[in-house]
Antibody
Framework: QVQLVESGGGVVQPGTSLRLSCAAS????????MHWVRQAPGKGLDWVAV????????YYGDSVKGRFTISRDNSKNTVYLQMHSLRTEDTAVYYC?????????????WGQGTLVTVSS | EIVLTQSPDFQSVTPKEKVIITCRAS??????LHWFQQKPHQSPKLLIK???RPFSGVPSRFSGSGSGTDFNLTISSLEAEDVATYYC?????????FGQGTKVDIK
């Protein structure tokens, strides 16, 4: 079955960097786009970024554009989110989710999330 | 960016009661509207895709309708396990967006 496992979260100071990983299994990873979505404590869902199955296309939400980079390694069945210049408002649980297409579909399966806390 | 507005924000209902949640898009999105359920301390789970198509394994009491700008999620007979926050989500354009959520509780 489809499984997505995020890792890499933790407590970091404002202005620093962090890289999240999402390990996928149970499907042909290289055939599907991947998303990152976040959820601040007690708040709603905030879409962050998407990457196409072939790594050619990416798109970011306005709140992270220029600071976050989504990438993937199809040989390792893993998608990454590199986060720079972290702000307190980036504190959230970060979920990865599978796209139903190579790019441009909708998210069907989600991981359990990893918590990022940005605090001094 | 497409804005999705859900109503109500909160609904408290008795077991077996019918629940209807509405999602309105700021511009037409065809049928590219999906519904997720998020139970406390869990990740979101897909319920309905493309406005009206139930996802695999979803109980038949959940149904969706609508197109263009106005969409509904209906729970025909609420069960205790349906206590959750429900989100609509559009995949018509980038950036993807979500509604603010509707919390459903048991009276």
């Amino acid at each position: 079955q489809v499984q997505l496992v995020e890792s890499g979260g933790g407590v970091v100071q404002p202005g620093t960097s962090l890289r999240l990983s999402c390990a996928a299994s149970g499907f042909t990873f290289g055939s599907f786009g991947m998303h990152w979505v976040r959820q601040a404590p007690g708040k709603g869902l905030d879409w962050v970024a998407v990457i196409s199955n072939d790594e050619i296309d990416t798109y970011y939400g306005d709140s992270v554009k220029g600071r976050f980079t989504i990438s993937r390694d199809n040989s390792k069945n893993t998608v990454y989110l590199q986060m720079h210049s972290l702000r307190t408002e980036d504190t959230a649980v970060y979920y990865c989710a599978r796209d139903t297409l190579g790019y441009g579909g909708m998210s069907d399966y989600w991981g359990q999330g990893t918590l990022v806390t940005v605090s001094s | 960016e497409i804005v999705l507005t859900q109503s109500p924000d909160f609904q408290s209902v008795t077991p077996k009661e019918k629940v209807i949640i509405t999602c309105r898009a700021s511009q037409s999105i065809g049928s590219s509207l999906h519904w997720f359920q998020q139970k406390p301390h869990q990740s979101p789970k897909l319920l309905i895709k493309y406005a009206s198509r139930p996802f695999s394994g979803v109980p038949s009491r959940f149904s969706g309708s609508g197109s263009g700008t106005d969409f509904n999620l209906t729970i025909s007979s609420l069960e205790a396990e349906d206590v959750a926050t429900y989100y609509c989500h559009q995949s018509s354009t980038l950036p993807r967006t979500f509604g603010q959520g509707t919390k459903v509780d048991i009276k």
